[in-house]
């Protein structure tokens, strides 16, 4: 029997929608918590060519919710077991496993060349970074993001509006797994609304999730949804960029009170500072650099009142 055939005897798929999955390109960000449940239904689906990008390496502390892998796999690079998990559920596709972080100077290439984007890798800057290159490209973005016992996915760009458009200021918390903790079915649900989303966008059904916001509380075992489209874009976003794009000419303040800086130029102040050492003129630009991108944001939405440069960001996990 067509190892298929339980789907294609949906209407929605049928010969035509399987044919459609295997031609799809499909860029999965991040071999995590929720890759676990994206990657085994993608490649069960058929979906012909997957590209996963991740830089880090199976831990014993993220099993609970990162149930592709097992104790035997810590230590290993997550994408590298988690392609192979993929190839051994089906002979048919080809995974192609990235042992690398996204970076903003790599992630264009990667976005090139695929019709479909899923963020899994739970990292607003790398969130945002994304949905800027996927809104240029108008591929379609699919973003999730889990913590605690709540978390929401998301349809962006590919002619929807893009995740900055929906969500334009900077987050409220820096908080993430590590630092709030989260409860593994969560993410397992989050997850597989994620690949749903994803199977709908290639197989192009209607209503198609670009343009729809869906957010689960899972104490309260409650769902929402909210459509935005047509939301404009926000004016003046502050751009992410890779620590290797910076040069000489621009005026960049490295906002970590230690560690290495990520460029030679860079003057290191505290946030609090940085209004008074602003580039002399608006033909500079101005980096702001931290660990995460969250300290350099605030501190952007500060200053852009009273200095209407083009100001970047760079995240020194993402660079």
Known sequence: MNRY???????????????????????????G??????????????????????????????????????????????????????RSLNSEITVAAVTQALTP??????????????????????????????????????????????????????????????????????????????LGPVVGMIGAMQAQMALTVLLELSPSPLGQVVQFDAQGFRASSFRFDGVPEPDGLFAFVAATELCDNDHIIELRADGAALHPAARRLAGDDIA????????????????????????????RDIWPGEIVLVAASAS
């Open 5 to 31: 055939a339980r789907q294609m005897i949906l209407p929605e798929v049928g010969t035509a929608g399987q044919a459609r999955l295997a031609q799809a390109r499909v860029l999965v960000i991040g071999a």
């Open 105 to 182: 100077a790599t992630a264009p290439a990667y976005v090139a060349n695929a019709d479909l984007v899923l963020d899994c890798a739970d990292s607003y800057a790398v969130s945002y970074l994304l949905s800027d290159i996927c809104r240029a490209a108008t591929v379609p973005l699919l973003s999730a993001s889990v913590l605690g016992l709540g978390g929401y996915v998301g349809g962006f760009c590919g002619g929807a509006p893009s995740l900055r458009a929906v969500f334009p200021d900077a987050p409220d918390s820096g908080a993430s797994c590590e630092t709030a903790g989260v």
């Open 276 to 303: 008074q050492h602003l580039p002399p003129t608006t033909d500079t630009r101005l980096a702001l650099c931290c660990a995460t991108g969250l300290r350099a944001w605030r501190a952007a939405e500060q200053i």
């Open 33 to 86: 918590g929720l890759a676990a449940p994206v990657l085994p239904l993608l490649a069960g689906a058929g979906v012909g060519h997957i590209t996963l990008v991740d830089g880090d390496r199976v831990s014993l502390s993220n099993l609970h919710r990162q149930t592709l892998f097992a104790e035997a796999d810590c230590g290993q690079p997550k994408a590298e077991v988690a392609a192979q998990r993929c």
